[in-house]
């Protein structure tokens, strides 16, 4: 069972270079997320999608765009990239209801330098 | 807007000590509660959940209660191992934001033998 599949593992970006984050799941969820994770800070909301063709912004979406063509897929875009977007980047997803846990992936840990 | 505190770490505990992490929320309607533990270099997983009041969920040894008089949804085990040392989130998630989860900061449980 794969579940959540984040690539790359890791990443070391030059200012200003941009990239993309993959994240595809297996498990036919409509709702998927990306979160960043920052030391002490907890994980903070970035981008959701409850659905193929339908973004969200969640709490700190800036410097980052998505689209989710696919239930599958929801890859995460970096255009820009800045030193404050250093940190772990997590996908998750799962089904409508709020009562279902979400599953998470391994994680990207992306340094901006 | 809907937050989740649960208290500072580092906690280092010998093995087959009592844990107790406490947490506490602030929600506007009534959310779901879940703690997920996240080991060294990977994504987390859920640990355990609870949808209602008075819910106790349980997994592992771990044991949490979903007390809305007092906002409160406590994570404890009796008696911790080594292997338990992780660090532990807890969350929330409500019908808004596409069920999107909330967390706390993280605390981080060391345990040794």
């Known amino acids: ?113 | 807007g809907n937050s989740v505190t649960q208290m500072e770490g580092p906690v280092t505990l010998s093995e087959e000590a009592f844990l107790t992490i406490n947490c506490t929320y602030t929600a506007t309607g009534y959310p779901s509660l879940f703690w997920y533990v996240q080991y060294p270099g990977e994504g987390l997983q859920l640990l355990l959940k609870a949808t209602k009041a008075d819910d106790k969920g349980s997994n592992k040894g771990f044991e949490a209660t979903y007390r809305k008089e007092t906002t409160s949804f406590h994570l404890e085990k009796g008696s911790v191992q080594v292997s338990d040392s992780a660090v532990y989130f807890c969350a929330l998630s409500e019908r808004q934001a596409g069920t999107a989860l909330i967390f706390g900061k993280g605390t981080t449980l060391s345990v040794s033998s």
């Open chain 1, 1 to 113: 069972n794969a579940g959540v599949t984040q690539t790359p593992k890791f990443r070391i970006l030059k200012i200003g270079q941009s990239m993309t984050l993959q994240c595809t799941q297996d498990m036919n969820h409509n709702y998927m997320y990306w979160y960043r994770q920052d030391p002490g800070m907890g994980l903070k909301l970035i981008y959701y999608s409850v659905g193929a063709g339908i973004t969200d912004k969640g709490e700190v979406p800036n410097g980052y765009n998505v689209s989710r063509s696919t239930t599958e897929d929801f890859p995460l875009r970096l255009e820009l990239a800045a030193p404050s977007q250093t940190s772990v980047y997590f996908c998750a997803s799962s089904y409508w209801d709020n009562n279902q846990p979400q599953h998470f992936g391994d994680g990207t840990r992306l340094s901006i330098l």
